[in-house]
C-alpha cells in the first residue's frame, strides 16, 4: 500500500478505478419511478470507464402501470375508458422514454484532494464482527471542480484504491 493521501495532493484516476461519483439517477435505478428521477442525482459506486444505461420503460408500459396503481381510485371504470386521460397526463409530463447512456469516463482525469479522514466502519451486531474505520478520500477534478468523487484508501469497502500515490 503507498502513503496515505492527504490535503492539498494531486492524484490521477484511471479506467477501472472503483470511485462514489455524482450521477443521474436515472442511470441507477431499474424502476418505473426513474422517470420521475431525471434530475435527481445520487452518489453510487461505479468503476470508471463503464457505460452506464438508463432504465427505461416504454410509454405503453406506463401506461398500464399507472391504471394499476391508481387501483380502488378508478373502480368501474375500464381500462380503455382511463387510457385517453393517462395519455394526456403522461404527454402533459414530456417523459423521454428512449434509452440513454451515461459514459464515466468522465471521470477520468486529474483529481485534488481537498477532505480525507477516517470513517464508514461500522459494527455488525448481529454477526457478531466490526469493521475498522477507512481513510476517505474526497477529491475535485482540476479541470472541472464540479466533478468531486470520493473513495476509500484502506478498509473493507467497495471503492477501495490501495495503490495511489501523489503525482
Not at 109 to 116: A, H, K, L, N, T
Request: proline share 3%; charged share 25%.
Amino acid at each position: 500500500m503507498s502513503d496515505l493521501l492527504k490535503k492539498g495532493d494531486h492524484i490521477r484516476l484511471t479506467k477501472g478505478m472503483k470511485i462514489s461519483g455524482k450521477i443521474p439517477n436515472k442511470f441507477r435505478y431499474s424502476s418505473t419511478n426513474r422517470i420521475f428521477l431525471d434530475s435527481s442525482s445520487s452518489y453510487p459506486v461505479f468503476t470508471i470507464g463503464e457505460v452506464l444505461n438508463s432504465h427505461t420503460i416504454s410509454k405503453d408500459e406506463l401506461i398500464k402501470v399507472l391504471y394499476e396503481r391508481l387501483g380502488d381510485a378508478i373502480i368501474g371504470i375500464s381500462f380503455s375508458q382511463c387510457e385517453s386521460s393517462i395519455i394526456s397526463l403522461i404527454d402533459s409530463l414530456q417523459i423521454n422514454f428512449e434509452p440513454e447512456t451515461f459514459d464515466t469516463s468522465i471521470f477520468i482525469g486529474e483529481y485534488v484532494v481537498y477532505d480525507c479522514k477516517w470513517d464508514g466502519g461500522e459494527e455488525d451486531r448481529s454477526a457478531d464482527r466490526s469493521y475498522e474505520d477507512g481513510w476517505h478520500v474526497f477529491c475535485k477534478k482540476v479541470e472541472n471542480p464540479e466533478i468531486c468523487v470520493d473513495f476509500y484508501q484502506t478498509g473493507c469497502f467497495i471503492n477501495v484504491i490501495n495503490i495511489i500515490s501523489p503525482l
